[in-house]
């Protein structure tokens, strides 16, 4: 997972800047995809997570929040940093999608698409100024590729980012074989002491067009 995440964050190098680059942008286009309101969050972001998609041999994709990609684009697993935090960590990384099976009708809503802990900031060669968020021990939930069914609209994929609290490691509300529907971030942050997100972005990704 290291040298795939030193493979990637060398091929940002080149990339052209198509990430976020406003915190005031971000909370915009939160509001405006009435985000907090449907995960029933506070979200006033202090920094900007960076979410990356590796694409094999064709540069990776850095999210801008509420752009919509295609759904072979997100195989992932995604590579995360964080930009206009002094903060050295850890911290917990969460991804929602809000409107499982469709969003006229989310009964199965939120998917757990990624929850992780213990992530902290570090720079991964010498040319690297963005520091890239790396952990050593096993994500609670890994990542799930989007799969909105043919028939859906499109379904945000929401990535938080939160302060990691005191004992988090040992919260048993979430584990391994927990299913990932009908999860509540809300919910599971107020219980387990994480609080409002500090960061975070979305993307939108409708069903395959052989789905449909």
Known sequence: MLLKTISVAFSLLGLAKAQDTSVSQVKKAFDDANVPADIHITFNPKALLEVT??????????????VQLPRNATAGPPIFSVIGTASKGPFVIAAVDP??????????????????????????????STPL??????????????????GSDAHRYIFLLFE????FNTQTLVTPSTSIANFNISSFAAAVGLGNPIAGTFMRVAPDATAA
């Open 53 to 66: 998609f590796p694409e094999g041999k064709n540069s990776p994709i850095i999210l801008h929040a509420g």
């Open 99 to 128: 409107d499982a099976p469709t969003p006229q009708n989310p009964t199965a809503a939120q998917i757990r698409h990624f929850l992780g802990g213990n992530f902290v900031p570090a720079l991964i060669g010498p040319h690297i």
């Open 133 to 150: 968020l790396t952990n050593s021990t096993p994500a609670i939930s890994n990542f799930a590729q989007p799969t909105p069914p043919a």
């Open 164 to 167: 990691q609290p005191r004992g």
